[in-house]
């Protein structure tokens, strides 16, 4: 059990399980974008790892929506960015407002001061703008006029992007890309999801008759719970030693941060949460590994055009032995 609610006449409901829990968000999810139980359960692995999710694919295949329905599947405040050319990095941060009746400065929070912030086409901002990000997505914190503020638990943010060969794109940094947990593609619908979408009228109607199904209580006690999950010191060396190959690929330039091992261990502790283990094994790793990692490599230019990152963390993972259980 994982939290316990007050039922409405005041005496203690029972908690309900992690396992249930997770079912009902990604449940929840799954009315308004249908066809991807893969995508929808990264989004929610990310979230109970207090990870930040970059979702990226073509426009109109459901990524503001995915964003959009895990945040009003959960009880708890969330804010929604345009990121355009002109945005600001205060109008993420937010501002120091004169106030003439006591002639004092008071700070009005920006939309960064929410638990879910929806980044929508993150790479159509400035670098200047994205990188007013590095520091809430990194420290949970915002630093404005020499006086650091703490964002509020939990905090995610959850960006889309278009393909970067799209017109009026920037390419994110990498330093940015690192602070992602997660990426991750929704491709095209098949052609059954495809066709509820027709019998729904599109996500916006579906997404208006959404409810929330977990508290922001059960969200923060499920998080604690990810916390627990045992990593045996094999599987610690496992993911040392898939960090290691990557720096040791002929075929990759940049390899994995120390900060993709800590973020791929929390990744895999989360997916086995949601299988409702306490322990976490190497089926754990690789099930995340693709999403938590692929986007943190650079693959050499002269490999490129043969070489896509996601081949590239599969040899990774071909070239390291998994760990078996004595």
């Known amino acids: ?119 929508d086409e993150i790479n159509r901002a400035s670098p200047k703008t994205q990188s007013a990000l590095l520091e809430a997505m990194e420290e949970r914190q915002i630093t404005a006029d020499g006086k650091s503020r703490e964002l509020p638990p939990p905090f995610m943010v959850i960006a889309t992007q278009n393909p970067v060969d799209q017109e009026g794109t920037y390419r994110l940094p990498e330093s940015q890309l690192d602070r992602f947990l997660f990426r991750i593609s929704l491709g095209y619908p098949g052609r059954d999801a495809e066709i509820q979408m027709l019998d729904d009228h599109g996500s916006a109607a579906t997404l208006k008759e959404l409810s929330v199904v977990v508290s922001e209580a059960e969200i923060v006690s499920m998080i604690r719970a990810v916390d627990q999950v045992f990593l045996a010191d094999a599987l610690k060396a496992y993911l040392v030693d898939l960090a290691e190959a990557s720096r040791r690929h002929p075929g990759i330039e940049l390899g994995l941060s120390p900060r993709a091992t800590l973020q791929l261990a929390a990744g895999a502790r989360a997916h086995a949460a949601a299988r409702s283990r306490n322990y976490a094994t190497p089926d754990d790793v690789k099930a995340v590994g693709a999403a938590a990692l692929a986007h943190r490599i650079v693959v050499r230019s002269d490999r490129g055009a043969t070489l896509s990152n996601a081949d590239a963390i599969r040899e990774v993972f071909d070239s390291v032995p998994v760990p078996v259980a004595k």
Do not use: Y
């Open 1 to 119: 059990m994982v939290t316990t609610d007050l039922a409405p006449d005041g005496a203690a409901a029972p908690a309900r399980r992690f396992g249930d829990l997770f079912e009902a968000i990604t449940a929840n999810v799954s009315t308004v974008v249908r066809g991807k139980p893969d995508a929808i359960e990264l989004a929610v692995i990310c979230l109970l790892a207090e990870g930040h999710l970059l979702i990226e694919d073509v426009p109109g295949v459901g990524k503001t929506s995915l964003a959009k329905a895990l945040a009003a599947s959960i009880d708890c405040t969330w804010k929604r960015v345009q990121f355009t050319p002109d945005l600001l990095p205060a109008d993420l941060v937010g501002v120091s407002v004169f106030e003439r009746s006591s002639e004092t400065f008071r700070f009005e929070p920006g939309p960064l001061f929410a638990n879910i912030v929806l980044a």
